[in-house]
């Protein structure tokens, strides 16, 4: 069949209260025009984040009714560390509340003052994490990976002979490289089997560990088994399996490619470093066999890992963003090309060149989404970037809208009523207007700034 349906039925519903657009404008403007001052039950299509928003199944709700909660030597704990090795070949699985968690500790350990770490591209936590040990922080992706219209089937990939180069001057003061599959602030972007290991390879050469960020690692394998034609055949656990196969550890975030809506982990071979990494873990999450977490929540993790690698749910999650870049591109609207794996990524500036980038294009399809739709999206440009150290501004260097999807929530016709509010945006984009910011902190602005129509 070519309808590619949502390959599962709705048990439980969570109802979404339709607002009137009379409603939203008011709500908005008493919000100052940030969505992320917006309470949620006033949002119809809540595409903020993927993350900790996924809908578990019934066959994780049961797993959670059977959560140990003891303190040490939990079940609960047993089942997940098998789930997790039972995907990924690792030695020692360290649970945590969250990826960052998982981050902090590792960085704690092996980095500090005067290091460099490269990756494709750090995640802002990654990165925060790595500068707050001391450390540098460089993103090393390919060049097709900062090209919106480009098409190259792994955008994520990482630039080899960059990082070859990298090496050749700092290899005495690298602990390890990143490799984030896939590559989340590249919209998704894929790492192919070929490229991890390439890296791998390179980081035996220098004698560096390798450790892949895998917040999204089912996603990453199925655009492997698609795009690789090597890997045409082979399951996905099976290609989890030999992409984890090429590094040393790994850091997670249950809160995406694992259904849950809480947890991560930090997984490694090098016994020495598993105990610095539990000492360091029950000072500041816990007891090494439940980290941060409840037991139940490790029980979620568990079978969410089982259901994650399914072909039929991954056929469907690509299909989704897939399907909306293509009617966002029938709309003439401009996208990052390919479709990435959770989130599309529209590009303002090339979208309203009628706004100037210190007047925030992004800002206004985050508004225009709202107001006619009831649709939540992020900005991912001038806004969040724009603020210098010193307080002046700079346009950044790209002003994008990210919708990213929460896994297995939404169906067709929520995407097809997504289309629908675009097409009207996209009928009048003169009516979209900038913005400019009456009120922002020092730091990370976006989350709180109050803005003002132009
Ligand atoms: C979400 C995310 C993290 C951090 O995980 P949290 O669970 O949100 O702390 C790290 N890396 C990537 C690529 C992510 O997407």
Not at 207 to 229: H, M, S
């Amino acid at each position: 069949m070519k309808t590619i349906i949502e390959p599962f039925r709705i048990k439980v519903v969570e109802p979404i209260r339709l607002s009137t657009r009379g409603e939203r404008e008011a709500l908005l403007a008493d919000a100052s025009f940030n969505t992320f001052l917006l309470q949620s039950d006033d949002v119809i299509i809540d595409l903020l984040t993927d993350s900790g928003t996924s809908a578990m199944s019934a066959a994780q709700w049961s797993a959670i009714m059977q959560g140990d909660e003891s303190y040490a030597g939990s079940p609960s704990y047993r089942r997940f560390e098998k789930a997790v090795k039972d995907l990924l070949p690792f030695e020692h699985i360290i649970p945590t509340h969250q990826g960052r968690a998982a981050e902090h500790i590792l960085f704690s350990i092996i980095s500090g003052k005067g290091q460099q770490i490269p990756s494709n591209t750090h995640f802002d936590t990654t990165r925060s994490n790595i500068e707050e040990s001391g450390a540098m922080a460089h993103d090393l992706v390919i060049a097709e990976g900062l090209d919106p219209a480009n098409l190259h089937p792994f955008k994520g990939n990482m630039d080899t002979e960059r990082l070859q180069e990298f090496l050749a001057n700092h290899s005495s003061s690298t602990p390890c490289i990143m490799l984030t599959v896939t590559n989340n602030a590249g919209g998704g972007q894929p790492v192919s089997m070929a490229n991890i290991a390439e890296v791998s390879r390179i980081a035996g050469e220098f004698k560096i560990p390798l450790f892949i960020d895998g917040c999204r690692f089912a996603e990453n394998a199925f655009f492997i088994k698609l795009r690789e034609p090597e890997y045409e055949d082979w399951s996905v656990p099976d290609i989890v399996g030999k992409m984890f196969s090429y590094a040393d550890g790994m850091t997670m975030s249950a809160k995406k490619d694992a259904f849950a809506n809480i947890g991560g982990w930090l997984a490694l071979n090098d016994g020495e470093l598993a105990e610095k990494a539990r000492t360091r873990l029950i000072q500041i999450e816990g007891f090494p066999t439940y980290g941060g977490l409840a037991g139940r929540d490790l029980e979620a993790i568990a079978q969410g890992l089982k259901e994650i690698v399914d072909e039929s749910y991954l056929t469907y999650r690509l299909r989704t963003t897939a399907y909306i870049v293509e009617k966002l591109q029938e709309l003439n609207i401009p996208v990052v090309q390919p479709a990435g794996g959770h989130a599309v990524f529209i590009d303002a500036r090339a979208w309203l060149p009628h706004i100037p980038s210190l007047s925030y294009p992004g800002q206004a399809v985050v508004c225009g989404l709202y107001e006619i739709g009831g649709v939540r999206a992020c900005e991912i440009g001038t806004v969040m970037f724009g603020r210098q150290p010193d307080g002046s501004e700079q346009a950044a260097p790209m002003d994008l809208v990210r919708l990213a999807f929460p896994r297995r929530v939404y169906t067709q016709s929520h995407a097809d009523y997504l289309i629908e509010v675009f097409a009207e945006l996209a009928a009048d984009t003169q009516a979209m207007t900038g913005f400019k910011i009456i009120k922002e902190p020092a730091a990370l602005r976006h989350f709180t700034s109050r803005f003002e129509r132009l």
